[in-house]
């Protein structure tokens, strides 16, 4: 069975547009917001054990030195992610122009 390595890279969290949550929650039932809250809250515990499985899976294939290259990998991976995000904002932002 060959490893499969699905580790999320950025927050570890789960967006909850995914569930469809509007952007504004007035004039929804209550009992809809917490069916979707719920739902939320499972899909958050599920994949925090999935991802603690992954990671119990790649510690049994990596000796010592291997786990702590990969950990230190990751964080890289992660700020340089974070950094890439940021330019490709800045350069969307729209440029202002100054006044005449």
Known sequence: MPLRI??????RGVGAERFGFPSAVRGIPGVVI?????ALQELQT???ADLKK???A???VLDLRQQA????????MERRKLELVMRA???NRPKQQPPP
């Open 6 to 11: 699905g580790l999320p890279l950025a927050p």
């Open 34 to 38: 917490l069916n979707r809250l719920n």
């Open 46 to 48: 599920r994949s925090a």
């Open 54 to 56: 992954a990671y119990e």
């Open 58 to 60: 790649i510690d049994q």
């Open 69 to 76: 290259q990969f950990r230190v990998f990751e964080e890289q």
């Open 89 to 91: 904002r800045q350069a």
